[in-house]
């Protein structure tokens, strides 16, 4: 298969190298012309240390050469930037494409999903026929899938047999992937746990212990879970590998950007500082309004989403924030 990548970060590489190594053409784009220039040069990417890209890939910085031609078209920049990829893709955009968005993030203003911000764009930019729309989430760091370490994703979409043909392109020894209907709760697991896994981060950089981070990812599901549910989501999703499975390594993991961002602050930096510290895109701070909003809209009772609301944008303390969510009120674990 013909495969465009739009995205030359860490996650949108690590799959360029797992399609490529599974025998399809894959041709990577960047809005970012020194960052095609860097992969086009040393067959590397800056970000992931002693992982040598295969040959085959092919870089350019002409959107139309990456789109054109080819079977499907992978969305894997920044949640902030969808939007504004998919209106320069929308001219070279064929109604037999699939699209894949690997972006996991909600919009704040209009509170779509990733695959809802692209279909919104492409229609508005004059796209009239159909679209094939598909959702990959799941806990794999690219770090690790870079290295073919084994890990598994699901492939969501409201077409089974769409979801199954984007699953048949990433099988392999290293990557089992599972499909999924229910696509609206794969993309909120995947926006909402960024903001869960900074509260753990928080938690640890406060000198908390293992304890307190299990008590963040459970209860931290069940607000994912409630929200859900809110929106017609299935309860399987949540429980499954875009949610819990995501969740956990987002929360524990060395190679997460949210975790590493939350335990700066919890040492005493501000969000500022953190993320800049970190050096990437924290996708958890660009989901608290929308997470928040979608709270308030639906009367959904998420505290540990405002705590780290309260934490990151509002400049609450820490240790008050966690003094709040400890002080409320007892409640049941029954429904």
Known sequence: MKISIL?????????????SENGNDVTVWSALPEEIDALSSTGMHKNLPGITLPKALKYTKDISEAVSGCDYIIFAVASAFIR???RVAAPFIREDHIIIDVAKGMEPVTLFTMTEVIEDELIK??????LKLVALSGPTHAEEVARDLPTSI????????TAE?????????????YTNTDIKGVELCGAFKNIVALAAGISRGMGYGDNTAAMLITRGIAEMT???????????????????????????SRHSR????????????????????????VEGYYALDAATALCQKHSIDMPIIFAVYDIVKNNVRPEDAIRSLMARSMKSELD
């Open 154 to 161: 699901v492939s969501a979409c409201t077409d089974e047999e």
């Open 84 to 86: 504004a990829t998919a």
């Open 7 to 19: 995205g030359g970060g860490t996650w949108g590489i690590a799959l360029a190298k797992l399609l």
């Open 258 to 281: 949210n975790n590493t961002c939350g335990q700066y602050i919890g040492e005493g930096l501000s969000y500022e500082e953190a993320s800049k510290k970190v050096g990437m895109v």
């Open 125 to 130: 930019c004059g796209v009239s026929h159909p």
């Open 226 to 252: 409630r929200m859900g549910l809110a929106l017609g989501c299935k309860r399987r999703t949540f429980s499954g590998l875009a949610g819990i499975g995501d969740l956990i390594v987002t929360c524990t």
């Open 165 to 177: 043909k984007v699953a048949h392109l990433f099988m392999n020894s290293c990557m089992r992937v």
